[in-house]
């Protein structure tokens, strides 16, 4: 996770596309500091939002792990998609080109 923190502090990508079981934590405590960094406000229309690149942004979670309660779990707890291996190149881009569309 210290690789991927030192990229998003340079440049917020706009897809993380995540193994849920990292050397050094999980996708899902990952997935949680991302989200909880601290941003300056921004205005978008008439409201005033919170770092609304971080909130925005796309979170993939790839696990061999095709539970559907875990699956459930993690899209209530803000994964935009649960993708199981063997893992579909062309199906995990039109997954990701659904959400940017």
Do not use: W
């Amino acid at each position: 996770m210290q690789e991927a923190r030192t990229v998003i502090q340079e440049e917020m990508p706009l897809v993380i596309c995540c193994n849920l079981d990292l050397p050094d934590g999980s996708g899902m405590d990952f997935l949680d500091e991302v989200r909880a960094v601290q941003g300056d406000s921004f205005v978008v229309g008439m409201f005033q939002m919170k770092n609304p690149p971080v909130r925005f942004l796309l979170f993939f979670i790839l696990t061999e792990n095709n539970d559907l309660t875990t699956e459930y779990e993690y899209r209530h707890e803000g994964v935009n998609d649960y993708i199981t291996s063997p893992v579909n190149i062309p199906e995990l881009i039109r997954r990701v080109l659904f959400f940017v569309e």
